[in-house]
């Protein structure tokens, strides 16, 4: 492990928060979690440590805040990602993929001083919660009615 890694559970274990983590093939370091959202419906995340000391790469996404299923409102649903990600999404993305998962990802930067990225995986949780009914509006408009 890294001192970084050591550091991120240190902060896990204080703040009680249950991970789990995973060695992946290029010797990256990945923990995964879900965050409850509502009683009904909790949002998986994940965060990416890259290999090394010092100041290292990470990455943490958010999976599944919706799914495209009718692709017809597509450039409706990347126009409102545009504006999530210009004005509500801060340092994360709110993007489309392939298959019509919608995910919020940020990638960034830490040192052993891993308070701050603590700070953004709670952050995003709140992101998340805040920019799924605009999202939802447009992907089940009878729905949010």
Do not use: W
Not at 6 to 17: R, S, V
Request: aromatic share 8%; net charge negative; proline share 3%.
């Amino acid at each position: 492990m890294s001192k970084i890694t050591d550091q991120f559970e240190m902060i896990l274990k204080e703040k009680q928060i249950p991970l789990a983590k995973k060695v992946i093939d290029n010797g990256q370091t990945l923990y995964n979690g879900k965050f409850q959202i509502t009683k009904q419906q909790a949002l998986p995340f994940g965060i990416v440590f890259d290999t090394g000391e010092g100041i290292i790469d990470y990455q943490i996404v958010y999976h599944q805040l919706a799914f495209v299923s009718d692709f017809n409102k597509k450039a409706a649903v990347l126009e409102v990602l545009n504006e999530l990600n210009e004005l509500r999404s801060g340092y994360y993305r709110v993007c489309l993929g392939g298959d019509g998962e919608i995910y919020m990802r940020l990638l960034s930067r830490t040192s052993t001083d891993v308070q701050p990225l603590y700070e953004m995986l709670v952050t995003g949780s709140t992101i998340a919660k805040a920019v799924i009914p605009h999202i939802e509006a447009v992907i089940n408009p009878t729905k949010s009615e």
